[in-house]
Protein backbone atom coordinates (compact mmCIF):
# COMPACT_ATOMS: atom_id res chain seq x y z
CA UNK A 1 0.00 0.00 0.00
CA UNK A 2 1.00 3.95 -0.44
CA UNK A 3 -0.08 5.60 2.63
CA UNK A 4 -0.26 9.62 1.85
CA UNK A 5 0.00 11.54 5.07
CA UNK A 6 -0.53 14.88 6.13
CA UNK A 7 1.79 16.30 8.24
CA UNK A 8 0.90 19.14 10.71
CA UNK A 9 -2.41 17.87 12.86
CA UNK A 10 -1.40 14.23 12.06
CA UNK A 11 2.14 13.66 12.44
CA UNK A 12 3.11 16.53 14.76
CA UNK A 13 1.35 18.95 17.07
CA UNK A 14 2.11 21.77 15.81
CA UNK A 15 -1.32 23.81 16.24
CA UNK A 16 0.02 26.33 18.57
CA UNK A 17 3.13 26.97 16.47
CA UNK A 18 1.57 26.74 12.94
CA UNK A 19 -0.91 29.90 14.09
CA UNK A 20 1.95 31.71 15.97
CA UNK A 21 3.60 31.39 12.05
CA UNK A 22 0.21 32.12 10.30
CA UNK A 23 -0.02 35.92 12.66
CA UNK A 24 4.11 36.66 12.36
CA UNK A 25 3.45 36.62 8.57
CA UNK A 26 0.31 38.34 8.36
CA UNK A 27 2.36 41.32 10.43
CA UNK A 28 3.51 42.08 6.75
CA UNK A 29 0.13 42.77 5.34
CA UNK A 30 -1.70 45.58 7.01
CA UNK A 31 -5.06 45.30 5.07
CA UNK A 32 -5.36 41.64 6.92
CA UNK A 33 -6.84 40.40 10.02
CA UNK A 34 -4.56 38.37 11.88
CA UNK A 35 -5.51 34.29 12.11
CA UNK A 36 -7.07 32.97 14.32
CA UNK A 37 -7.77 29.39 16.02
CA UNK A 38 -10.88 29.05 14.55
CA UNK A 39 -9.60 29.60 10.98
CA UNK A 40 -7.71 26.37 11.42
CA UNK A 41 -10.57 24.25 12.69
CA UNK A 42 -13.26 25.52 9.97
CA UNK A 43 -11.57 26.48 6.75
CA UNK A 44 -12.85 24.21 4.18
CA UNK A 45 -9.24 24.13 2.02
CA UNK A 46 -6.26 23.83 4.58
CA UNK A 47 -3.30 25.67 2.48
CA UNK A 48 -1.78 29.04 3.69
CA UNK A 49 -3.17 30.57 0.18
CA UNK A 50 -6.58 29.96 1.21
CA UNK A 51 -5.75 31.17 4.72
CA UNK A 52 -4.35 34.62 3.23
CA UNK A 53 -7.54 34.83 1.39
CA UNK A 54 -9.48 34.26 4.33
CA UNK A 55 -8.18 36.94 6.47
CA UNK A 56 -8.56 39.47 3.27
CA UNK A 57 -5.96 39.06 0.76
CA UNK A 58 -6.59 38.47 -2.74
CA UNK A 59 -4.64 37.41 -6.07
CA UNK A 60 -0.76 38.40 -5.63
CA UNK A 61 -0.69 38.99 -2.22
CA UNK A 62 -2.50 36.05 -0.96
CA UNK A 63 0.26 34.13 -2.79
CA UNK A 64 3.06 36.16 -1.12
CA UNK A 65 1.13 35.43 1.88
CA UNK A 66 1.69 31.91 1.50
CA UNK A 67 5.19 32.08 0.83
CA UNK A 68 5.84 34.80 3.96
CA UNK A 69 4.26 31.66 6.30
CA UNK A 70 7.07 29.17 4.47
CA UNK A 71 9.60 31.57 5.12
CA UNK A 72 8.51 31.95 8.57
CA UNK A 73 8.67 28.17 8.96
CA UNK A 74 12.25 28.43 7.75
CA UNK A 75 13.31 30.44 10.60
CA UNK A 76 12.46 28.50 13.96
CA UNK A 77 9.63 25.72 13.90
CA UNK A 78 9.71 23.13 16.45
CA UNK A 79 7.22 20.27 17.07
CA UNK A 80 6.75 17.20 18.92
CA UNK A 81 5.92 13.91 17.53
CA UNK A 82 2.12 12.47 18.31
CA UNK A 83 2.08 9.95 21.27
CA UNK A 84 2.97 6.22 19.59
CA UNK A 85 3.35 8.21 16.05
CA UNK A 86 7.14 6.65 15.55
CA UNK A 87 6.10 2.95 16.61
CA UNK A 88 3.33 2.52 14.02
CA UNK A 89 5.47 4.89 11.17
CA UNK A 90 8.15 2.16 11.61
CA UNK A 91 5.60 -0.91 11.44
CA UNK A 92 4.29 0.18 8.98
CA UNK A 93 6.92 1.37 6.98
CA UNK A 94 7.91 -2.54 6.96
CA UNK A 95 5.20 -3.39 4.72
CA UNK A 96 3.77 -0.08 2.98
CA UNK A 97 5.54 3.05 1.82
CA UNK A 98 4.85 6.11 3.56
CA UNK A 99 4.82 9.57 1.53
CA UNK A 100 3.70 13.06 3.02
CA UNK A 101 2.00 15.57 1.61
CA UNK A 102 1.78 18.65 3.03
CA UNK A 103 0.73 22.29 3.48
CA UNK A 104 4.02 23.08 5.12
CA UNK A 105 6.92 23.86 3.40
CA UNK A 106 9.19 20.47 2.19
CA UNK A 107 12.59 21.42 3.34
CA UNK A 108 11.57 22.15 6.46
CA UNK A 109 8.95 19.13 7.22
CA UNK A 110 11.63 17.12 5.87
CA UNK A 111 14.28 18.08 8.69
CA UNK A 112 12.05 17.83 11.15
CA UNK A 113 11.23 14.86 10.58
CA UNK A 114 15.20 13.86 10.76
CA UNK A 115 15.72 15.76 13.96
CA UNK A 116 12.13 13.33 15.20
CA UNK A 117 13.88 10.35 13.97
CA UNK A 118 10.86 8.80 11.84
CA UNK A 119 12.79 10.24 8.41
CA UNK A 120 14.12 7.21 6.97
CA UNK A 121 10.50 5.77 7.70
CA UNK A 122 9.23 7.68 4.89
CA UNK A 123 9.58 7.89 1.26
CA UNK A 124 9.13 11.27 -0.10
CA UNK A 125 7.81 14.91 1.20
CA UNK A 126 5.48 16.74 -0.60
CA UNK A 127 5.03 20.24 0.56
CA UNK A 128 2.69 23.21 -0.25
CA UNK A 129 5.46 25.29 -2.25
CA UNK A 130 4.70 22.86 -5.11
CA UNK A 131 2.06 25.02 -5.62
CA UNK A 132 -0.20 21.87 -6.61
CA UNK A 133 -3.54 20.62 -4.82
CA UNK A 134 -3.36 17.68 -2.65
CA UNK A 135 -5.00 15.49 -5.40
CA UNK A 136 -2.33 16.20 -7.66
CA UNK A 137 0.15 14.95 -5.72
CA UNK A 138 -1.37 12.23 -4.58
CA UNK A 139 -1.52 11.64 -8.46
CA UNK A 140 1.93 12.71 -9.08
CA UNK A 141 3.29 9.93 -6.32
CA UNK A 142 1.37 6.95 -7.67
CA UNK A 143 2.29 7.11 -11.02
CA UNK A 144 6.64 7.78 -9.76
CA UNK A 145 6.42 5.05 -7.41
CA UNK A 146 4.02 2.84 -9.59
CA UNK A 147 1.02 2.54 -7.36
CA UNK A 148 -2.66 2.18 -8.35
CA UNK A 149 -5.42 4.18 -6.64
CA UNK A 150 -6.90 1.03 -5.32
CA UNK A 151 -3.90 0.51 -3.37
CA UNK A 152 -3.53 4.05 -1.79
CA UNK A 153 -4.68 6.13 1.29
CA UNK A 154 -5.12 9.73 2.00
CA UNK A 155 -4.74 10.37 5.75
CA UNK A 156 -5.84 13.62 7.20
CA UNK A 157 -7.15 15.65 10.17
CA UNK A 158 -9.14 18.62 8.08
CA UNK A 159 -12.37 18.58 5.21
CA UNK A 160 -10.13 19.43 2.53
CA UNK A 161 -7.38 16.01 3.09
CA UNK A 162 -10.55 13.70 3.20
CA UNK A 163 -11.87 15.48 -0.54
CA UNK A 164 -8.53 15.75 -2.15
CA UNK A 165 -8.34 12.36 -1.13
CA UNK A 166 -12.05 11.44 -2.99
CA UNK A 167 -11.18 13.61 -5.31
CA UNK A 168 -8.11 11.44 -6.46
CA UNK A 169 -9.96 8.18 -6.03
CA UNK A 170 -8.38 7.04 -3.21
CA UNK A 171 -8.97 5.28 0.35
CA UNK A 172 -9.56 7.78 2.86
CA UNK A 173 -8.58 7.95 6.14
CA UNK A 174 -9.59 10.88 8.70
CA UNK A 175 -8.08 11.05 12.18
CA UNK A 176 -9.41 12.97 15.05
CA UNK A 177 -6.44 13.97 17.05
CA UNK A 178 -5.57 17.32 14.71
CA UNK A 179 -6.77 20.59 13.63
CA UNK A 180 -10.39 20.06 13.01
CA UNK A 181 -13.46 18.09 14.51
CA UNK A 182 -14.50 14.86 14.42
CA UNK A 183 -18.31 15.67 13.30
CA UNK A 184 -16.98 17.94 10.70
CA UNK A 185 -14.92 15.09 9.38
CA UNK A 186 -17.22 12.96 9.80
CA UNK A 187 -19.77 14.69 7.44
CA UNK A 188 -17.01 14.23 4.58
CA UNK A 189 -17.47 10.45 5.04
CA UNK A 190 -14.42 8.91 4.78
CA UNK A 191 -13.82 5.54 4.47
CA UNK A 192 -12.41 5.44 7.37
CA UNK A 193 -12.50 7.73 11.11
CA UNK A 194 -9.80 6.73 13.62
CA UNK A 195 -9.09 8.41 17.34
CA UNK A 196 -5.58 7.14 17.65
CA UNK A 197 -2.83 6.15 15.66
CA UNK A 198 -2.61 2.53 16.45
CA UNK A 199 -5.72 2.03 14.44
CA UNK A 200 -4.07 2.79 11.22
CA UNK A 201 -2.01 -0.54 11.89
CA UNK A 202 -5.50 -2.40 11.98
CA UNK A 203 -6.89 -1.17 9.04
CA UNK A 204 -3.96 -2.14 7.07
CA UNK A 205 -1.31 -4.18 9.04
CA UNK A 206 0.73 -6.05 6.30
Same mark, same amino acid.
Given at each position: MLINFDYDGVIVDSFDELLDIAIRASEEFPAS???AKEDFHSIENLTFLDLGQLIGLNGDDAKQYSD??? !?EQKKSWSVSLFPTIAEVFSELSKYHTLVVITASESQVVSENLTALGIRDTITKVLGGELGLSKSDRIDMVCKELG???C? /??MVG?? *??? *???????NV /? /??AVTWGFQDKQLLAREQPDF? *? !?EPAELLEIYPK
Open positions: RKPAVF !SFEKE /TLDA *ISD *IRQGKLA /T /TVQ *I !S
